[in-house]
């Protein structure tokens, strides 16, 4: 897939690089209590967006990947190899924490086991998140300066 001629891949990354380390930050924040009022609505947006745009990042690598003529056990098929194994990594994580804030909003006003679960889960997962983001993105600018 092409716009004017560019892959679409590295068009998309963008929005995910930016929508999936801030529903990181929103998901920590919401460790803190009295903030969790003010935060709910943004980790659920931003906690579904990012795992869609993560989700259409990955799609659209693929197809990327399908386009390149890549030797097996070549410095750039095993960068990007790295990349690939990550982003499913980052993949899984967005999904989790979207269902996570989607949990959140939904127990928000119901007391009980499940919500404080949900509480200290949102926030390890948005750490998952920006951490996973992080190296993913890495792995990918170095696997294209390999190549």
């Not at 998309?12 to 460790?31: E, T």
């Not at 209590?33 to 989700?55: E, H, Q, Y």
């Not at 993949?91 to 949900?118: D, K």
Request: overall charge neutral.
């Amino acid at each position: 897939m092409t716009i004017n001629g560019l892959p679409l891949h590295p068009l998309v990354v963008h929005g995910a690089v930016v929508a999936a380390p801030l529903a990181g930050l929103l998901a920590v924040g919401y460790a803190i209590p009295r903030m969790r009022d003010r935060l709910r609505p943004w980790v659920l947006a931003l906690g579904v967006i990012s795992a869609v745009l993560v989700w259409f990042a990955a799609f659209t690598g693929g197809d990327l990947e399908s386009t390149m003529h890549l030797v097996p056990g070549t410095p750039g098929a095993e960068a990007i190899r790295h990349h690939e194994d990550l982003a499913g990594k980052l993949q899984f994580s967005t999904w989790v924490l979207g269902a996570l804030a989607l949990l959140g909003w939904w127990l928000h006003e119901r007391p009980g086991a499940a919500r404080t679960a949900v509480s200290v889960l949102l926030p390890i997962g948005g750490i998952a998140v920006i951490v996973l983001c992080v190296m993913t993105g890495d792995a990918g600018a170095r696997a294209v300066w390999v190549n």
